[in-house]
């Protein structure tokens, strides 16, 4: 699972962080940082949500 975030659409609105703040983060810069993980469990299972949560819709998942 390989996650691909459209920067041009995000707007660092954070809905991605209350759902997996071990992997999204919104730095000091006000921009989205992903951190460097296997998303694999529960945790792919968050993200999946963050994604479908995205009000930008700027997150998607890709299965490998």
Known sequence: ??????FSRCE????????????FDVGDDDRLHITEQPL????ANRVREA????????????DD
């Open 1 to 6: 699972m390989r996650l691909v975030v459209d």
């Open 12 to 23: 660092s609105n954070a809905v991605c962080v209350g759902q997996a703040p071990e992997v």
């Open 40 to 43: 694999e469990g529960s945790l």
């Open 51 to 62: 994604a479908r949560r995205c009000p930008k819709q700027a997150l998607s998942v890709v």
